[in-house]
């Protein structure tokens, strides 16, 4: 109470940058609304397209998607994702040492342009390491349009540093998660389908649903040179800050000399790749769970393949099928020979592990 | 017969990645239409303009296009021209061993946001080659809208590798093409324009189409230095999938040793520096020809220069006026010389020889 | 007059390359209008958001924008200034050494999408220097609507070479500038904000205005590299055509050797950066004067730290307040210290010396 006015003033000031989260700040049951809703526009779209070059009809063309069913055409299910995901960054990740997976990823809602999106998550499992420096945080997040309808929802955990290794362990809890997601879930964010309007020849493939077979393996033949612009520009779209994307001068002092690549990137690259095999997969409708298998720099080349794990009917749905799919990304490595396992091990070629719920008209 | 399941199967499943077409898979008449559809959006607008820089006050203002007669700002020509070109990738040329050159291309009708454009080509010639291990196959390309209306065509002739050397030519005819369009068929995509309206204080120039003389010459000046991210981002926009301009790691094995840049960059890029005297050539009504003399590599910076061809009058209109302009592209030469030819050869800075005809209010 | 035709169509010829404006083409109280109106566009935003990656909440989102008293999610206004900066490139400083400061910069419209952005400046003041080779141009410049309305006001004054140093001064006046905005100019492009319903949770911050204390300094904390792709397509969606930016060739043969970034660059990696640390701070309302202490390349990583210079109410309104901010860009130089002055010189690190009023819900 004897502090002068300069003294006082300084502890009334709270800090104004966020340093983040640390393991020990989080709680089991935990809600966090993050910040910075957004209004996808088609602009973002565009810039999506400029980045990736994704050639589904429906995502690409008005005219097609309406004659299917869509009001007219959606966002790439993937930049939905990213937007959501680069909202949690900032409260989840920010103190992060590794992302370690996610699972149960469902899409709920087709997005277009104008809806605007926000993401609030639930921490649903805490333990700490027996190092006790750091914990995994495991967190359910919910994507939402501004009615509040959800659109996407998804786990991930991750290890997250502690402030004071002293600290008491905030929770002790390891959700279940989901291996692979129940055909029933899928299919929400996808309107009825008039598979008789569908064009394959605008679609560019007469592959349909019932045209794939577990089992099945496609080289998706194209590859395609990262450039440190080209990701800096899409994760910054995606209002992600984590810093390693973008910091050239602090990367020199980390164990990869340079910038990691956005986990993200690759999977749209993959997924942009994939049409050339799968140009009628128009819909994400679930991620399995997904392993960053090597990290991504620019400079590299990525290639990718692709295996059907499995093939569902919707219940109650004539007009869509569900293929399960692996697709492997590698890098600087052509997928003629579809690269995956050396033994126990990953082909070291081999940057993504992907499996997850495509769409197909039947 | 007696394969079991597997074998079955196996025989079953089409191959889903397409290696696109080779010269004997080709027929004289044959039509294709190409896949995915795109609506074009104010996204694609702020993406080429940030990827080429045009300044042309048609193109940049609803306000001022709807003061001369247009509905609002129409979409750069050539933005249409990279967008029908690029659909036809994968069915044309993902075999081809060389672009070898177009002709006869004249826009039809504006584009605006919102319109959706497909396209369809015709073969219209097929000529083996003495090796016969290629062959040329002539293309004539219609760019489509949603209602039917064409608003882009063009030929292209392009040399394509056979599968088998040993299969019989699948035709032989050499189309008669145009070496120049005739000025009657100019002027279709643009609406009567009010030139007492047509504000060349905004414009950026007094120069109408009176003031160009056949025979003058004019240095764009500035210089432009492409980067790989640009012309990667560029090329994606346009859904063109050409393996060359995006995979290094295959590029280094090709006689380039890195990436190729779609040729379709130095033309918008000449197109953007020609605002540099001549701002009020709002249109490209036509491109008679052009010739790709040397490939584009990232690193290289780009100067440009033009010569006046022709000037011609539109049947029946008095609003504006057609010049047809040789626009030369250099690499690392600046061109207050306009360099050119040296003897029979192109001088060896000349990246680019377009022919075409603009319109210009009068 | 003797001159056969070839020669008289050649004097007949007015050059079509604009040269710029030279020190002695310039009068006190001359009114330039300048080409190029545009349309700012959805697209125009996200190609912004994916080169900076702003978070502010009321222009990332239209529902945010809406409950706060905007019809929509205006546009950044650094978007606003760099367009309309970008204008008067051709007419001012085409033949410029140096632009030498900026002053008396406000804001006095909100811009949306769908606006039409010209810009006006008036010459009011010149000032040859003493070695007749060059002059100081004082330039004020208005960004307008289309309807008339105004969006922009700045001063800025830039050193122009002389065409002939034996021409007459065209003028000798240095007018008066204001060193910082009167906070009763701050405000005008900022609607009556109901700042019950400004969601701090969405926003990213609980700091609001009166959390503010004049003295107190904050790091930013991220650092992000620029790339040439970056810079350069940023400068053209501005149609900014200040060759140095965009001409390697020619850069080096320049004292620099490289490509020069365009000085808004780092403005707006500063503003975007500051978003840790004053998430709330939604509206830059004016500029008050800013220096390019040193020169960015691209490679250099860039951070930020920010000073509280002063704290003001603005008459009549209780919604809002202002804080006048010193933001400081250094390069390849965390900012945990904040690095700024070296006896009378800048510390050599430092990049940007920003002085502006921004808004903040109270």
Redesign the interface.
Known sequence: MNAGPMRA?ED???P???PGNFFEDFRIGQLI?H?????V???????Y?????P???VQ?????AKAIGYPR?PVDDLLVFHIVFGKTV?DISLNAVANLGYAGCYFRSAVFP?D?L?ALSEIIGLKENSSRTTGIVYVRTTGMK?DGVPVLEYVRWVMVRKRDPGAPTPGDHVPRLPTTLDPKVLGEACPPIATAAYDT???????RFA???V??R????????V????H??????Y?N?A?IH?????AKQSRFGR?LIYGGHVISLARALSF????NAFHIAAINGGRHVAPLFA???V?AWSEVLGSAELPGRTDVGALRLRTVATC?R?CADFPFKAGDDYDPAVLLDLDYWVLMPR
Request: negative net charge.
């Open positions: 003033v009334l000031l709270m104004k940058t966020s609304q910040a910075t809703p957004r209004t526009s088609v602009g973002d779209v565009a810039l397209n400029g980045l990736f070059g050639r589904f009809a690409s063309s008005d005219v097609f055409a900032p104008g605007t926000t501004q020849t605008l679609s560019g493939s007469a592959h045209d794939y077979k089992g099945e496609i080289d998706h033949v194209d590859g395609v040179t450039e440190e612009a080209e800096q520009i899409a994760t910054r779209l209002q800050t810093r973008f910091d050239l001068f602090g910038r050339n095999g799968l140009a400079g590299t080349t290639f600087d052509p």
